[in-house]
């Protein structure tokens, strides 16, 4: 039942928000073409992304905890293949299962810095599995012009009805199948920068 609110409060609010979008096209290649790749959002600003990948072959890393189910709930009554882990605890099954939704030709979401932060750190999950599968990475960032911002430790955002948004992606970027060691951190690195970038562009400039 609180799933069923949940999507139902979330479609009425997020049908009001007037979005402007940046690199839309990347994104929609992979969608209409059925191509598998990874897309990763902050988890404080998912709100947007997974309603709007709703019904589009959608899969997603949700952990195993109690707000972790709502979320579960949630995004398999929106048509998502739910798989429940962590990869930010190197959790081999959770890789694996990563790995097994891209072969099956899944939009792979992940939130790089959950499932409990800290905010805006990328972990390597979502790197690792785009690098091993040799897949394209997208990267998703929401700007709102108005929004709650929750005392959580994401500052988990609520758009306010009838606000603007801004939805940049950048990408799609390929992650070099030989780097590992230092070097893969490095990438993952300079990925973390990029997405915290992206973030703020699209927050400053709504």
């Given amino acids: 039942m609180r799933a069923l609110i949940l999507r139902i409060a979330v479609s009425i609010v ?12 990347a994104l929609d290649t992979c969608v209409a ?21 709703r019904r589009r072959n959608g899969a ?7 707000d972790g189910q709502l979320l579960a709930d949630l995004l398999e009554a929106w048509g998502y293949r739910v798989l429940r882990g962590s990869s930010s605890r190197g959790n081999k099954e959770a890789m694996q299962s990563m790995r ?22 990328m972990k390597m999950g979502a790197l690792r599995a785009a690098q091993t599968m040799e897949v394209p990475l ?3 960032s929401v700007g709102y012009r108005r929004c ?13 009805p009838f606000t603007r948004a801004t939805v940049r992606v950048a990408g799609p ?34």
């Fill in 14 to 25: 997020l049908r009001t928000v007037s979005v402007r979008w940046e690199n839309r096209a």
């Fill in 33 to 53: 073409q059925g191509f598998p790749c990874v897309l990763v959002f902050w988890h404080g600003s998912m709100l947007f992304p997974w309603w709007y990948l």
């Fill in 60 to 66: 997603a890393l949700v952990s195993m905890s109690k």
């Fill in 100 to 121: 097994d939704a891209l072969t099956d030709g899944h939009l792979l979401c992940v939130t790089p810095d959950g499932p409990r932060g800290p905010m805006h750190e």
């Fill in 138 to 140: 997208l990267m998703i």
């Fill in 148 to 160: 709650w911002r929750l005392k959580s430790w994401d500052r988990f955002e609520v758009p306010v």
């Fill in 173 to 206: 970027l390929r992650i070099d199948a030989g780097l590992e060691g230092e070097a893969l951190d490095e990438q993952r690195e300079e990925m973390e920068k990029l997405l915290r970038a992206e973030y703020r562009a699209v927050t400053l400039g709504v």
